[in-house]
């Protein structure tokens, strides 16, 4: 494993790239150096030192050459390398320095960061909520208002309908990201949601991830379940949840040609996995002007999230909250 402690390091090689730059490789301390047991069979020996010998790690240790006066800029890079420290840390030995010409360990260890910054960029795109990158998208509304925005995936589902008694008990309208394949199999549930005044949005047709899909199937994702909500509630969906909230290429065109806005979340119930209490406190802390909340109102913790439901809509609206739908919240004069 190349390890390589920091893109400041490249400045700090470019200082040195003329002459060289130093690795130390280090081995793994034997399991019997370091609690210093007593004499061991050779055979014994040998097995151990094999097996640490395959626990090799380069640490970058930048140049030795570089101009005292960088050393504070960059101290990391500095002499006494962090390798050494590092490497003591992880109980590994040091057992050779090994030193490459500047200029190739360099753009080694630029191409290795070039490919760690597009990996973490990419993260952030697929699945950060903030992220626009493949498609239009939007986490909160405006925050004029006191007004929060309830949203429901998953469904419909067969305890869908106590989750609209809750609601319509405390005169609160929510959004529903339903899938294609539930609308078609409990219509009469779809149905009564939109009956109830509440919004309907895309959450795909079989709640598939989008990750490395094509764009066609992205599509084909989309399109069918934005039919079959079409057909059973009488609703055309105008906003879209990616199912588990990961966005791909060719989410945007697919948005597009359908009218879909994409809505992430101000805050996030888990509730798939929290108690209500929890999922309840976690939402409350997150109460502000223009939030949007994910809940799910298909799932095998459905008990949960319906009481946190239970509990968390009185407790908001006595702080002065309203229950708006997505599209309310985003723009008030609809
Ligand atoms: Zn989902």
């Not at 080694?108 to 993260?123: D, N, P, S």
């Not at 599509?219 to 105008?238: C, F, H, K």
């Not at 406190?281 to 799910?296: E, K, M, T, V, Y």
């Not at 799932?299 to 599209?327: K, W, Y």
Request: aromatic share 10%; proline share 6%; charged share 15%.
């Amino acid at each position: 494993m190349l390890f390589s402690f920091h893109f400041a390091e490249h400045l700090y090689g470019s200082w040195g790239s003329l002459t060289a730059q130093c690795h130390l490789v280090f081995r793994k301390v034997a399991i019997h150096e370091r609690c210093g047991a007593g004499p061991r069979s050779a055979a014994a020996s040998q097995a151990a030192r094999r097996l640490s010998n395959k626990l090799i790690l380069c640490g970058g240790t930048g140049g030795f050459d570089c101009h005292p006066a960088f050393h504070g800029l960059y101290p990391w890079a500095a002499y006494p390398p962090l390798g050494a420290p590092l490497g003591a840390a992880l109980q590994l030995r040091p057992i050779r320095a090994v030193w490459y010409p500047g200029l190739l360990c360099m753009l080694l260890e630029f191409m290795g960061g070039a490919v760690c910054a597009t990996a973490g960029l990419l993260t952030y795109g697929v699945r950060g909520r903030t992220s626009t990158l493949f498609g239009p998208s939007v986490w909160r509304g405006p925050a004029d208002r006191p007004t929060l925005a309830l949203t429901f995936d998953d469904g419909p589902g067969p305890s869908t309908p106590e989750v609209l008694d809750l609601l319509s008990a405390r005169g609160a309208r929510a959004t529903f990201f339903q899938c294609g394949k539930d609308v078609r199999h409990w219509p009469q549930i779809a149905r009564a949601v939109s009956e109830a005044g509440h919004e309907i949005g895309n959450h795909g047709d079989t709640h598939s991830p989008f990750y490395l899909r094509s764009s066609a199937r992205i599509y084909e994702e989309l399109a069918r379940a934005q039919q079959s909500i079409q057909d059973v509630t009488g609703q055309t969906p105008v906003l879209f949840r990616a199912p588990f909230g990961c966005r791909w290429f060719g989410l945007r065109g697919a948005q597009r040609r359908l009218g879909l806005r994409g809505v992430m979340w101000t805050a996030i119930g888990l509730d798939w996995k929290l108690p209500a209490g929890a999922i309840a406190a976690r939402l409350g802390a997150a109460a502000s002007n223009g939030a949007i909340f994910c809940l799910h109102d298909a799932h095998a913790n459905i008990r949960e999230t319906i009481e946190a439901v239970r509990r968390l809509i009185p407790e908001l609206q006595s702080r002065g909250f309203q229950f708006e739908t997505v599209s309310e919240l985003l723009c008030p004069t609809n």
